[in-house]
């Protein structure tokens, strides 16, 4: 919305939450998720054509809107039919009710635009209009736009989007929404990448484009148990499997497992369309690669209790990394939280260092995965874990460093520091790769050193 804001000259973009804590976040300076580069663009248009308001705005802000977009979550439905595979769309249809009041007492003369930009599975687009409809509102097209941009480079992705989608129904009032749409987004993007399809291939491209893309990383991480145990180096196979133009480079980077918010959920809600379509095969065949995802975290964590002589057991061991990759505070589904259950299981004392991800999410993220994971017994994390502000402290007397997100800061730090505060033999286990140029020094130093792809 601030890309739009900025971009769009006339347009008026107000953005709404229910709650008033992030509202208020919003308009301060301490914006409510970290994202590079984006408060300079809030600060740019905030008060002029962006605005952040609260639900008591609501009615009054929908009633005046042409373009309604609705950004809420979809996390996988945890209870019920098709729990812990379909999506959970209550916050859709909370939201879809909600538009539905202002609307219908609103002038039905005016064609009103109600974007999906939430990823859901195909057909939401349908429910959507007929709930609204339903409450007598005459005048809707819903439209499908699946965003496409990472967390992290958020910035560059909206700036410059390979594509923008945009799914209507195929009828005359379908057509003149997306064009109203289209017309916003022509304001900077390119009009050949501005792509127009039926509501259903937009909202089913969106869930491919994630599978294909987890579907990569997880090639890339069978590749790297293979090179482990043969002495290929993962790193120049990657290369050049890469420079093939018809694979290309990017997407090829081995990890302790894919996380963020997207793509499991998406590939189990594109699991749950197979199945329910009776196409198991194609389903088992999506599931293989969340499967490979969870072995490769399980691999790594077992491969530091392996290599620290299968016990780390009121050890301390530090933890670089907590978010689910570099340049975001987001944690959700990041692998750092398993590998942490998974280690507390074996009562080792964590140290975890996160320049973004605060204390206290990530106490709630150790105690989901340990709850998901461990029925009885469950170890005690006020007791096990400490949260450094420092990462020095942090690996402070450690036997075992190990890195989970791909900071850039993490490559550049002073390990013979951090090496002669540790306790004898230290160990450092990359599980993103960011330490291969540094292998050697690090040998030197006299660490034990474990690189994912990397046979030892
Ligand atoms: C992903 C897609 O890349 C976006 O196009 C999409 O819009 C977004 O989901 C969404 O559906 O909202 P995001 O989850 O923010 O974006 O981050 P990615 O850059 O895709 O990374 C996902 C995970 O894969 C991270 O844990 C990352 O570290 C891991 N990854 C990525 C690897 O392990 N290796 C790689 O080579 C690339």
Redesign the pocket.
């Given at each position: 919305m601030a890309m739009m804001a900025t971009k769009c000259p006339g347009i008026k973009v107000t953005c709404i939450d229910i709650n008033e804590a992030r509202v208020a976040a919003w308009n301060s300076d301490t914006l409510p998720i970290h994202e590079p580069g984006l408060l300079p663009l809030v600060q740019e248009v905030r008060g002029k054509s962006l605005f952040f308001v609260g639900k008591d705005k609501f009615d009054e802000v929908i009633s005046e809107a042409d373009v309604i977009f609705v950004c809420v979550n979809t996390p996988t439905k945890k209870h019920g039919v098709g729990a812990g595979r379909a999506a959970d769309l209550s916050f859709w249809e909370l939201a879809a009710r909600g538009i539905a009041k202002p609307l219908k007492d609103a002038d039905q003369g005016k064609l009103r635009v109600v974007v999906e930009k939430s990823?859901v599975p195909v057909h939401t687009a349908d429910a959507v209009a007929s709930v609204v409809e339903a409450a007598g509102v005459t005048n809707v097209e819903v439209l499908s736009n699946p965003?496409?941009?990472?967390?992290?480079t958020a910035i560059a992705d909206l700036t410059a989007p390979d594509r923008v989608l945009i799914g209507g129904r195929q009828t005359e009032r379908g057509f003149k929404a997306i064009e109203i749409l289209a017309n916003i987004y022509r304001c900077w993007v390119p009009a050949e990448r501005v792509k127009t399809t039926n509501v259903w291939s937009a909202e089913l491209a969106?869930l491919i484009?994630?599978g294909m893309?987890?579907q990569?990383?997880s090639s890339?991480n069978t590749v790297a148990q293979i090179c482990e145990m043969t002495g290929a180096d993962v790193g120049e196979v990657s290369m050049i499997v890469g420079m093939d133009s018809r694979i290309g480079p990017?997407?090829?980077?081995?990890?302790v497992?894919?996380?963020?918010?997207?793509?499991q959920k998406?590939i189990l809600n594109l699991i749950y369309i197979c199945e329910s379509k009776g196409l198991h095969e194609v389903a088992e065949y999506w599931h293989q690669v969340i499967k490979i995802n969870d072995l490769q975290r399980a691999r790594f964590s077992k491969t530091v209790i392996g290599s620290m002589y299968n016990t780390v057991a009121r050890k301390k061991i530090c933890m670089f990394g907590f978010a689910?990759?570099k340049d975001t505070g987001d944690t959700r589904e990041t692998?750092s939280m398993y590998v942490g259950a998974d280690l507390l299981e074996e009562r080792a004392q964590l140290s975890i260092y996160d320049p973004e991800v605060s204390k206290e999410q990530m106490w709630m993220d150790l105690h989901e995965a340990i709850d998901g994971k461990i029925k009885e017994n469950k170890p005690n994390v006020d007791e096990l874990v400490t949260y450094e502000t420092d990462p020095y402290e942090a690996a402070k007397g450690a036997h075992a460093i190990l890195i989970c997100t791909?900071w850039d800061c993490f490559k550049e730090y002073d390990y013979k520091k951090m090496f002669e505060g540790m306790m004898q033999p230290a160990f450092l286990f990359d599980g993103r790769r960011i330490l291969v140029s540094r292998k050697a020094e690090l040998e030197g130093i006299g660490f034990r050193t474990y690189i994912i792809g990397q046979a030892q």
């Amino acid at each position: 919305m601030a890309m739009m804001a900025t971009k769009c000259p006339g347009i008026k973009v107000t953005c709404i939450d229910i709650n008033e804590a992030r509202v208020a976040a919003w308009n301060s300076d301490t914006l409510p998720i970290h994202e590079p580069g984006l408060l300079p663009l809030v600060q740019e248009v905030r008060g002029k054509s962006l605005f952040f308001v609260g639900k008591d705005k609501f009615d009054e802000v929908i009633s005046e809107a042409d373009v309604i977009f609705v950004c809420v979550n979809t996390p996988t439905k945890k209870h019920g039919v098709g729990a812990g595979r379909a999506a959970d769309l209550s916050f859709w249809e909370l939201a879809a009710r909600g538009i539905a009041k202002p609307l219908k007492d609103a002038d039905q003369g005016k064609l009103r635009v109600v974007v999906e930009k939430s990823t859901v599975p195909v057909h939401t687009a349908d429910a959507v209009a007929s709930v609204v409809e339903a409450a007598g509102v005459t005048n809707v097209e819903v439209l499908s736009n699946p965003e496409f941009l990472a967390e992290g480079t958020a910035i560059a992705d909206l700036t410059a989007p390979d594509r923008v989608l945009i799914g209507g129904r195929q009828t005359e009032r379908g057509f003149k929404a997306i064009e109203i749409l289209a017309n916003i987004y022509r304001c900077w993007v390119p009009a050949e990448r501005v792509k127009t399809t039926n509501v259903w291939s937009a909202e089913l491209a969106k869930l491919i484009a994630n599978g294909m893309l987890a579907q990569r990383v997880s090639s890339i991480n069978t590749v790297a148990q293979i090179c482990e145990m043969t002495g290929a180096d993962v790193g120049e196979v990657s290369m050049i499997v890469g420079m093939d133009s018809r694979i290309g480079p990017k997407f090829l980077q081995p990890s302790v497992g894919f996380g963020g918010s997207c793509f499991q959920k998406d590939i189990l809600n594109l699991i749950y369309i197979c199945e329910s379509k009776g196409l198991h095969e194609v389903a088992e065949y999506w599931h293989q690669v969340i499967k490979i995802n969870d072995l490769q975290r399980a691999r790594f964590s077992k491969t530091v209790i392996g290599s620290m002589y299968n016990t780390v057991a009121r050890k301390k061991i530090c933890m670089f990394g907590f978010a689910f990759k570099k340049d975001t505070g987001d944690t959700r589904e990041t692998a750092s939280m398993y590998v942490g259950a998974d280690l507390l299981e074996e009562r080792a004392q964590l140290s975890i260092y996160d320049p973004e991800v605060s204390k206290e999410q990530m106490w709630m993220d150790l105690h989901e995965a340990i709850d998901g994971k461990i029925k009885e017994n469950k170890p005690n994390v006020d007791e096990l874990v400490t949260y450094e502000t420092d990462p020095y402290e942090a690996a402070k007397g450690a036997h075992a460093i190990l890195i989970c997100t791909e900071w850039d800061c993490f490559k550049e730090y002073d390990y013979k520091k951090m090496f002669e505060g540790m306790m004898q033999p230290a160990f450092l286990f990359d599980g993103r790769r960011i330490l291969v140029s540094r292998k050697a020094e690090l040998e030197g130093i006299g660490f034990r050193t474990y690189i994912i792809g990397q046979a030892q």
